[in-house]
């Protein structure tokens, strides 16, 4: 199984919406994740059937039992974090502020233990192309990169069998992305023709190469400023990074998006054929990479 991540050092590239391009054109048995806990949304563009749901335990939360509350008041005072609240009768946790540190539970091992809380929760459905999973993280929880991680983990349990194993990922390069990334054999980076674009492309690379995945860009949007362009296509000509595909602007994909569908359900738009085009070039890199293993 080869394992492609694609993914963009900024948001609003159309990381997204390339992902769910790929998914109808790549060949081979497909599985999908859409591993942006954050902001999962590849599920808008492949209408998928939900199969079954699982809780995802994140970090722990303190819980002050009020039968063996003293009232001391030691919990709220060396809580760091505010979480320890007192409404004029009762200490309570507070947990969206609480971040797990036990502090609490050190000063007053008595009332106060650390508890299991559910922070999100894993989707497991059918698509056209095959399985997606795919999570959502509550909001304002932490451990996003351990959901990553057991989203990639359940997709490789259930679907062993598939030839390609197609990621959406998070933008950015914080934990999400580094878990998005480990382990998998090439990455696409989606960026844009603009200065945030290619600082943050720049960024996004620098972290992949720890992990030496074969690393490939597209360049969406391509034709909304071609100076700042042929200064991203010079910088991955320096540093020997193939650029497979070249998006044009096309208001057919703001149409397809508010469909719900990927671009590439209509052949004829400029966008679509570019990705075609993209996925022609990622298909030959793919195989000459599975040929190499």
């Not at 902001?39 to 563009?45: D, H, I, R, S, T």
């Not at 004029?88 to 809380?117: D, F, I, K, S």
């Not at 580094?178 to 382990?183: A, H, Y």
């Not at 042929?230 to 070249?246: A, H, L, S, Y």
Request: aromatic letters at 4%; hydrophobic letters at 40%; charged letters at 20%.
């Amino acid at each position: 199984m080869i394992r492609l991540a694609v993914i963009s050092g900024k948001g609003g590239t159309g990381k997204t919406m390339i992902t769910a391009a790929l998914a109808q054109l790549l060949p081979g048995k497909l599985v999908l994740a859409d591993c942006d806990v954050d902001a999962a949304n590849l599920e808008l563009l492949l209408n998928p059937k939900l199969l079954r749901t699982e809780p995802f335990m994140g970090m722990k939360t303190a819980v002050i039992d009020p039968a063996l509350c003293t009232q001391c008041g030691e919990c709220m005072e060396h809580c760091r974090f505010g979480a320890i609240e007192h409404d004029g009768e009762l200490y309570r946790v507070n947990p969206l502020r609480c971040e797990g540190c036990a502090v609490c539970v050190h000063v007053c091992p008595v009332a106060t233990t650390m508890q299991p809380r559910q922070t999100g929760e894993i989707n497991y459905s059918q698509t056209d192309r095959g399985h997606l999973v795919h999570a959502r993280l509550v909001p304002g929880a932490g451990n996003s990169g351990l959901l990553v991680h057991a989203v990639k983990k359940m997709t490789m349990e259930q679907d062993k069998d598939c030839d390609l194993f197609l990621i959406d990922g998070p933008p950015g390069t914080g934990c999400p992305l580094i878990s998005t990334i480990s382990g998998v054999d090439a990455v696409l980076i989606v960026t844009e023709p603009s200065v945030s674009g290619l600082h943050d492309l720049k960024r996004v690379v620098a972290v992949c190469r720890q992990f030496r995945p074969h690393i490939f860009v597209a360049i969406n949007r391509f034709d909304l400023e071609q100076s700042l362009t042929d200064t991203i296509q010079t910088w991955c000509r320096e540093e020997n990074i193939p650029v497979v595909g070249m998006i044009p602007f096309d208001p057919a994909v703001i149409e397809a998006v508010r469909n719900g569908r990927a671009v590439t359900f209509t052949n004829t738009s400029p966008a679509a054929q570019a990705i075609q085009i993209l996925a022609a070039k990622l298909e030959q890199e793919l195989t000459n990479l599975g040929t190499q293993r």
